[in-house]
C-alpha cells in the first residue's frame, strides 16, 4: 500500500484520476476482455481432466481459486490448491491434483513464449538501454531454457516427484499428467491455443486502455505486447503480493515510461487492472461464501 500510494504521488495523482474518469464506462470492455481470459484458461482447464468435467465448473471453479490467490499472500499455492480441492468433487482426487498441474504446465509454456515474442518485439521496437539490453536478453533467454526444460519432462517423463514423494496420490497424479501428454495429443494442441489466446486477450486489454488514454497509433500494439509481457512477470514474481498492490504500478509506470508513453498512462493502466481484480476477487469471495452457505445447510 505504502509503494502504491508513494508512486502515485511520484506521477501525480491529479493526472491519475483525470486518466480514469476518461476510461470512463471503457472499463466494462476489460471486465468483457478479462472475463474472456479467464474463460480461455477454464477451458483448457477442463480440457486437462480425463473425466467428466464441464467447462462451467471448470469456470466457477477457476473463479473462486482465482480470487483466494489474489487477496491472500499464498499466491500460486492458495489459487491452484483451491482449484483442486473445489474440483475433487466432481472428479477423483488425483485427477483434480493431476490437471491443475497439467494445465500450469500448459500455460508455463504459453508465458514462456510470450516472453522471448515481448523481449524480441522490444528489441526490435525500440533502442533499449544497455542495462535494459541486458535484462531484456536475460528474460529471453530464462524462457527458451523453461521451454526446453518443459519439453525434455514430457517427453522423457521422469518420476521427480514420486521419487521424493511416496505417497500413492502423488505417483498416480504424476502419471496422470505424463499419460495424458501422450494419449491426448490433440487436446495438448487445443489447450495451447487456449493458453496462448489467454495473452491475446491481455494484450488487446491493455491496447484498448491505450487507446482511450492516448489514441490508437502505429506503435500501440507493439506498446501493449511489452505492457503484457511486463504484467506477465509482475504477476509470475510477485503473485504473493495481494493484487499485485504497489509493484504493479511501479513495474507498468517504470516500462511506460521507457516507452515514451508515460508513467501516469502505465499506472493508471495498473490502477485500472486492480479494479478489476477487486471485482472478480469479489464475485468469486461471494460464490464461495454461497457454496459454504449450501454445504452447511
Not at 21 to 33: D, K, N, S
Not at 36 to 51: F, I, N, T, Y
Not at 73 to 87: I, N, V
Amino acid at each position: 500500500m505504502l509503494l502504491f500510494i508513494y508512486t502515485v504521488q511520484a506521477a501525480g495523482p491529479a493526472e491519475i484520476l483525470r486518466q480514469l474518469r476518461q476510461i470512463g464506462l471503457g472499463f466494462v470492455a476489460v471486465l468483457a476482455l478479462s472475463a474472456l481470459r479467464m474463460a480461455v484458461r477454464a477451458k483448457a482447464w477442463s480440457l486437462c481432466v480425463e473425466e467428466g468435467f464441464s467447462f462451467l465448473q471448470a469456470f466457477r471453479a477457476f473463479i473462486m481459486g482465482d480470487a483466494v490467490g489474489n487477496i491472500t499472500p499464498l499466491g500460486p499455492l492458495a489459487s491452484e490448491g483451491t482449484k483442486a480441492l473445489l474440483s475433487r468433487r466432481i472428479i477423483p482426487t488425483s485427477s483434480a491434483f493431476s490437471s491443475v498441474l497439467l494445465e500450469n504446465i500448459f500455460y508455463g509454456i504459453s508465458v514462456a513464449i510470450m516472453v522471448m515474442v515481448g523481449t524480441l518485439a522490444f528489441l526490435l521496437g525500440y533502442r533499449p538501454t544497455d542495462a535494459a539490453l541486458t535484462v531484456s536478453l536475460a528474460l529471453g533467454g530464462v524462457a527458451i531454457a523453461s521451454v526446453l526444460a518443459v519439453w525434455w519432462l514430457l517427453s522423457r517423463q521422469p518420476r521427480l516427484l514420486g521419487r521424493y514423494l511416496t505417497h500413492p496420490a502423488v505417483r498416480d497424479a504424476e502419471d496422470r499428467v505424463f499419460r495424458f501428454a501422450t494419449a491426448h495429443r490433440r487436446r495438448v494442441g487445443q489447450i495451447l491455443l487456449l493458453e496462448f489466446a489467454f495473452h491475446v486477450a491481455a494484450v488487446l486489454e491493455i491496447a484498448c486502455l491505450l487507446t482511450m488514454l492516448v489514441g490508437f497509433g502505429p506503435h500501440t500494439l507493439l506498446s501493449a505486447l511489452i505492457l503484457g509481457t511486463a504484467e506477465r512477470l509482475i504477476t509470475i514474481v510477485f503473485k504473493f503480493v495481494p493484487l499485485r498492490l504497489g509493484v504493479d504500478h511501479i513495474g507498468a509506470g517504470s516500462v511506460a515510461s521507457l516507452l515514451g508513453i508515460g508513467q501516469a498512462t502505465g499506472i493508471t493502466i495498473a490502477t485500472t487492472r486492480t479494479a478489476r481484480n477487486l471485482f472478480w476477487a469479489t464475485l468469486g469471495v461471494t460464490l464461495l461464501l454461497r457454496r459454504s452457505a449450501d454445504n452447511k445447510g
